[in-house]
């Protein structure tokens, strides 16, 4: 599992932005801090609440110079529906071919729904040098991230 002070591990994957685009992690380091909020899948109660808070604290995150995105193993098509109906001011990362999540290690299971290998629910702050300054990793789907420990991690990178 990538750790704080490891360098993040570059990708290049589509975001879904209303449109769809190519994103390389490398290439966007300069408008970091980068938060990277992994979640488990779209149209799920918990993953939508907390995608509508990142949203609600997006003018704080941008206030401090922090680019945000979502990241999922949902197609970029689906995180289309799924920004249009949170009204997601910022772009979620698709990781339909779970890369990411396995160069990350925070691949889960929901054995028992017959659902493998989705992100659990993890947040990642990256600086402008691709170092990870921040790494927050929950075993319970049901558990959100410290959203004001984030704001501050993101405001310190």
Same mark, same amino acid.
Request: with cysteine; aromatic share 10%.
């Given at each position: ?17 209303? =449109? ?9 380091? =300069? =408008? ?20 509508? /808070?990142? $949203?609600? $604290?997006?003018?704080?995150? /941008? ?17 289309? /529906? ?34 493998? =290998?989705?992100?659990? $629910?993890?947040?990642? @702050? ?23 420990? @984030? ?7």
């Amino acid at each position: 599992m990538v750790s704080v002070g490891d360098s993040a591990p570059d990708f290049t994957a589509p975001l879904a932005n209303g =449109d769809i685009q190519e994103f390389t992690l490398s290439d966007n380091l =300069d =408008d970091g801090p980068l938060v990277l909020a992994f979640f488990p899948g779209a149209f799920t109660s918990v993953c939508s609440h907390e995608m509508t /808070e990142f $949203r609600d $604290r997006l003018t704080a995150f /941008e206030d401090i110079g922090a680019t945000v995105y979502g990241v999922s193993v949902d197609s970029p098509f689906a995180l289309n /529906e799924f920004r249009d109906k949170l009204d997601l001011d910022f772009g979620l990362i698709s990781d339909a071919d779970k890369e990411i999540i396995e160069q990350y290690g925070i691949g889960m299971d929901f054995a028992e729904l017959g659902v493998h =290998d989705v992100a659990k $629910r993890s947040v990642f @702050v990256i600086d402008g040098d691709g170092e990870v300054t921040y790494a927050w990793v929950s075993d319970d789907p049901g558990v959100e991230p410290d959203y004001d420990e @984030v704001e501050d991690a993101a405001a310190d990178a």
